[in-house]
């Protein structure tokens, strides 16, 4: 598994599982196919292309693109061509952008489309190493607005790259792409948030991230070569843990679907995959509608309960009518007349003597009847999945009751990965073990592990009869665990990063002269081998996306104000960044009262009070990336000491003992979670207050923050 570059796995699957259908992308026409063989070709003549551009081996090239077939060609053509490649999420603002362009001093940007082009042109003047710009889908109006190119850079069209690839491919070129490669060659940087807010950047070479694709797809028991393994993919790839499945799946041969986050749950019907990718958030809330819908199931069952009971002597009918219907069903096929009387199936003493409103009764509390026995069916069975242990195999009445359970309910909730789905692989940050245990009832056994981007994405995961809940798994095949005497989780092999780019301080810090890398996360074994996250080290933090969260320039905002005595950054494994705040009494009761405000134990619910603290938000949410913006925050009247364990005796805040103590303030901050939604770049969130109360007060004014500051537009990067 070691001393593979990453286009040898394609050429592997070239050779051993041609697929037809290896990469397909869903377009307003349907889905586009794609062989991987043509899929090779496209990926030489855009290396070759770019070589043509004057750039040389080694210069890096910037990626703002959609996590489509597009980014893979781009992808691949850049690995071939032996440039380093630099993905780009797109929910970053637009001067992390302008940072990261000039930090990685890349030569070449390539871009999803003309608009996303315009919205990042003006900063462009300021990255002096870029010389060229690469647009992926062209306007109808592309050769009109050739002249209006850009003045500092040059700008062409995929099409005219790989018509210039074209022009010198031969078999001699493909030979020599590949023979100038090798496996500790740098593949690509992808920036990360640094300690400080600031982006830094993970080296990662080809054999990082072959190592870590080929152990994780060995490791996955039955997993079939070519078409007979159906991926659907949604998560970006901009993260290595969708980019490493990638490359496992292109060595597979498998037949891969791209599609949206917002098209996702349609397209897991319609594709149905046996392996599908996933992020802890989407399992929450399919188990929150699960859950919401037993709740609302038993509410109508309880209203509709006693209006059956009270219809006793109509129940006989039921059979009845139900075995005739599908012969009088018939017959109306054939053209014969059938009678009321007769489409009823009742006797005719019988209709004469209930007459017609009598049996309309009936049936209402007939069909009354089946919703409430299928409510009744729907919370027995989630009571039984709440009920599973992931591990322990289910024993006499239980093991009956779930397999009967299975045909009645649990197909149902299969039905919406798919109904064919074999490998449900979750990441990116932690899954409750609750929902593991409820889908695991249900025949849908996630595969939880655990990985950064440092470490080339997983070095541990659940897998087959090795699968707790609770759990992140067992080390992959050539990876080291070790726990530190502080409960660090410790990560030694061949898929840990090279460095940070520009930064050996921080290498340093981060890799020990044994080539162990420091996790910043805590763990510990499990009896029987598991490895399971308990804690933290680091003050960063994931939220169920999956995306990484930076306390510190936050709560360093924050303090700033002599309003704000401590801020502290909550979310971890939560839908979204949330934020206790310790006010300054002292300062805040001066404040109120020049507000006219007489300062009373309910003074940190007033609505004036709630808005000055929103503006104290609002500022310091300006230039950071709207998923690691605060959302919500919650004022508390307390006050961390060392006395009372909530910091350390260097000052420094003891995170765990504060989310420890003040865990009930925190949990109603995420009470109506669902009812947040994501902040886009020109939301102002106002979870905490009634909008229209801000302006009854006089001395609070919205923050405003600059369109660089924040995340790129949205409609242009969905």
């Given at each position: 598994?070691?001393?593979?570059?990453?286009?040898?796995?394609l050429?592997?699957?070239?050779?051993?599982?041609?697929?037809?259908h290896?990469?397909?992308?869903?377009?307003?026409?349907?889905?586009?196919?794609?062989?991987?063989?043509?899929f090779?070709?496209?990926?030489?003549e855009f290396?070759?292309?770019?070589?043509?551009?004057?750039?040389?081996?080694?210069?890096?090239?910037a990626?703002?693109?959609?996590?489509?077939?597009?980014?893979?060609?781009?992808?691949?053509?850049?690995?071939?061509?032996?440039?380093?490649?630099?993905?780009?999420?797109?929910?970053?603002t637009?001067?992390?952008?302008?940072?990261?362009?000039?930090?990685s001093?890349?030569?070449?940007l390539?871009?999803?489309?003309?608009?996303?082009?315009?919205?990042?042109?003006?900063?462009?003047?300021?990255?002096?190493?870029?010389?060229?710009?690469i647009?992926?889908?062209i306007?109808?109006?592309?050769?009109?607005?050739?002249?209006?190119?850009?003045?500092y850079?040059?700008?062409?069209?995929?099409?005219?790259?790989?018509?210039?690839?074209?022009?010198?491919?031969?078999?001699?070129?493909?030979?020599?792409?590949?023979?100038?490669?090798?496996?500790?060659?740098?593949?690509?940087?992808?920036y990360?948030?640094?300690?400080?807010?600031?982006?830094?950047?993970?080296?990662?070479?080809?054999?990082?991230?072959?190592?870590?694709?080929?152990?994780?797809?060995?490791?996955?028991?039955?997993?079939?070569?070519g078409?007979?393994?159906?991926?659907l993919s949604?998560?970006?790839?901009t993260?290595?843990?969708?980019?490493?499945?990638l490359?496992?799946?292109?060595?597979?041969?498998?037949?891969?679907?791209?599609t949206?986050?917002?098209?996702?749950?349609?397209?897991?019907?319609?594709?149905?995959?046996?392996?599908?990718?996933?992020?802890?958030?989407?399992?929450?809330?399919t188990?929150?509608?699960?859950?919401?819908?037993?709740?609302?199931?038993?509410?109508?069952?309880?209203?509709?309960?006693s209006?059956?009971?009270?219809?006793?002597?109509?129940?006989?009918?039921?059979?009845?009518?139900?075995?005739?219907?599908?012969?009088?069903?018939?017959?109306?096929?054939?053209?014969?007349?059938?009678?009321?009387?007769?489409?009823?199936?009742?006797?005719?003493?019988?209709?004469?003597?209930?007459?017609?409103?009598?049996?309309?009764?009936?049936?209402?509390?007939?069909?009354?009847?089946?919703?409430?026995?299928?409510?009744?069916?729907f919370?027995?069975?989630?009571?039984?999945?709440?009920?599973?242990?992931?591990g322990?195999l289910?024993?006499?009445?239980?093991?009956?009751?779930?397999?009967?359970?299975?045909?009645?309910?649990?197909?149902?909730?299969?039905?919406?990965?798919?109904?064919?789905?074999?490998?449900?692989?979750?990441?990116?940050?932690?899954?409750?073990?609750?929902?593991?245990?409820?889908?695991a009832?249900?025949?849908?056994?996630?595969?939880?592990?655990?990985?950064?981007?440092?470490?080339g994405?997983?070095?541990?995961c659940?897998?087959?009869?090795f699968?707790?809940?609770?759990?992140?798994?067992?080390?992959?095949?050539g990876v080291?665990?070790?726990?530190?005497?502080?409960?660090?989780?410790?990560?030694?092999?061949?898929?840990?990063?090279?460095?940070?780019?520009?930064?050996?301080?921080?290498?340093?810090?981060?890799?020990?002269?044994?080539?162990?890398?420091h996790?910043?996360?805590?763990?510990?074994?499990?009896?029987?081998?598991?490895?399971?996250?308990?804690g933290?080290?680091?003050?960063?933090?994931?939220?169920?996306?999956?995306?990484?969260?930076?306390?510190?320039?936050?709560?360093?905002?924050?303090?700033?104000?002599?309003?704000?005595?401590?801020?502290?950054?909550?979310?971890?494994?939560?839908?979204?960044c949330?934020?206790?705040?310790?006010?300054?009494?002292?300062?805040?009761?001066r404040?109120?009262?020049?507000?006219?405000?007489?300062p009373?134990?309910?003074?940190?619910?007033?609505p004036?009070?709630?808005?000055?603290?929103?503006?104290?938000?609002?500022?310091?949410?300006?230039?950071?990336?709207?998923?690691?913006?605060?959302?919500?925050f919650?004022?508390?009247?307390?006050?961390?000491?060392?006395?009372?364990?909530?910091?350390?005796?260097?000052?420094e805040?003891?995170?765990?003992k504060?989310?420890?103590?003040f865990?009930?303030?925190?949990?109603?901050?995420?009470g109506?979670?669902?009812?947040?939604?994501?902040?886009?770049?020109?939301?102002?969130?106002?979870?905490n207050?009634?909008?229209?109360?801000?302006?009854?007060?006089?001395?609070?004014?919205?923050?405003?923050?600059?369109?660089?500051?924040?995340s790129?537009?949205?409609?242009?990067?969905?």
């Amino acid at each position: 598994m070691v001393g593979r570059t990453l286009p040898s796995l394609l050429d592997e699957a070239c050779d051993r599982t041609p697929n037809p259908h290896a990469f397909n992308q869903w377009t307003d026409k349907g889905w586009q196919p794609l062989s991987n063989q043509a899929f090779r070709s496209a990926a030489e003549e855009f290396a070759l292309g770019l070589l043509n551009l004057g750039l040389e081996r080694g210069d890096r090239v910037a990626l703002l693109m959609h996590s489509d077939v597009n980014f893979c060609i781009a992808d691949m053509g850049c690995l071939l061509a032996k440039l380093i490649d630099v993905p780009i999420d797109l929910t970053q603002t637009l001067e992390n952008i302008a940072f990261i362009l000039q930090h990685s001093e890349a030569k070449v940007l390539i871009v999803a489309n003309q608009d996303l082009l315009d919205q990042v042109a003006p900063f462009l003047g300021e990255t002096p190493n870029l010389k060229a710009a690469i647009v992926i889908d062209i306007p109808s109006d592309w050769q009109q607005r050739q002249v209006q190119r850009l003045k500092y850079i040059q700008v062409f069209s995929l099409l005219e790259i790989r018509l210039r690839g074209q022009t010198q491919i031969s078999d001699t070129q493909r030979q020599q792409l590949r023979l100038v490669l090798a496996a500790h060659d740098l593949a690509t940087i992808v920036y990360i948030p640094g300690a400080t807010g600031k982006p830094q950047g993970v080296m990662l070479s080809h054999e990082n991230l072959s190592a870590d694709a080929l152990a994780m797809f060995t490791g996955i028991p039955d997993l079939e070569l070519g078409d007979k393994e159906v991926i659907l993919s949604f998560l970006p790839l901009t993260h290595v843990f969708a980019r490493v499945f990638l490359y496992g799946h292109i060595n597979y041969g498998h037949s891969i679907y791209f599609t949206t986050p917002n098209r996702v749950m349609k397209h897991l019907k319609e594709v149905q995959p046996t392996l599908f990718a996933m992020v802890p958030l989407l399992l929450e809330k399919t188990y929150s509608k699960i859950l919401e819908e037993g709740s609302k199931r038993a509410k109508q069952g309880t209203t509709r309960h006693s209006m059956y009971d009270l219809l006793p002597r109509f129940r006989a009918f039921a059979v009845q009518m139900i075995r005739r219907d599908a012969k009088t069903q018939e017959r109306q096929r054939q053209g014969e007349i059938v009678t009321r009387r007769e489409r009823l199936g009742i006797p005719l003493s019988q209709f004469n003597q209930w007459k017609l409103p009598h049996l309309r009764l009936f049936v209402s509390s007939f069909k009354l009847r089946q919703r409430q026995d299928t409510q009744r069916v729907f919370n027995w069975a989630l009571n039984l999945a709440q009920r599973y242990e992931l591990g322990q195999l289910p024993q006499g009445r239980y093991a009956l009751m779930l397999k009967l359970a299975d045909r009645l309910v649990f197909c149902q909730w299969r039905s919406v990965f798919g109904g064919r789905l074999k490998y449900p692989i979750c990441g990116g940050a932690a899954l409750k073990a609750e929902i593991v245990n409820l889908f695991a009832a249900a025949g849908i056994r996630i595969l939880q592990g655990y990985g950064l981007t440092e470490t080339g994405s997983a070095v541990a995961c659940n897998r087959a009869q090795f699968n707790r809940a609770g759990t992140v798994g067992v080390p992959l095949a050539g990876v080291e665990i070790a726990i530190a005497d502080d409960g660090e989780i410790l990560v030694r092999g061949p898929n840990v990063t090279q460095g940070y780019y520009k930064n050996p301080d921080a290498t340093q810090q981060a890799i020990d002269p044994d080539g162990w890398f420091h996790t910043g996360d805590i763990g510990e074994f499990t009896a029987d081998g598991f490895l399971k996250i308990t804690g933290l080290k680091k003050s960063q933090f994931k939220l169920s996306t999956g995306k990484y969260v930076t306390p510190q320039p936050l709560e360093s905002k924050l303090e700033q104000s002599p309003l704000v005595a401590k801020a502290i950054a909550v979310g971890a494994g939560r839908k979204f960044c949330a934020m206790l705040i310790f006010p300054h009494l002292d300062t805040l009761h001066r404040q109120a009262q020049t507000m006219g405000l007489v300062p009373t134990e309910e003074l940190l619910k007033h609505p004036c009070i709630l808005a000055l603290y929103q503006t104290l938000v609002d500022e310091a949410n300006c230039h950071l990336p709207y998923w690691s913006t605060v959302k919500r925050f919650q004022l508390v009247s307390a006050t961390l000491t060392a006395e009372n364990g909530m910091l350390a005796p260097t000052g420094e805040v003891r995170r765990a003992k504060v989310v420890e103590v003040f865990a009930k303030e925190i949990n109603a901050l995420y009470g109506e979670a669902d009812d947040v939604k994501t902040q886009r770049p020109g939301d102002r969130e106002m979870g905490n207050i009634d909008e229209h109360s801000v302006y009854s007060c006089p001395t609070t004014s919205r923050a405003s923050c600059p369109a660089y500051a924040q995340s790129l537009n949205s409609s242009l990067t969905a």
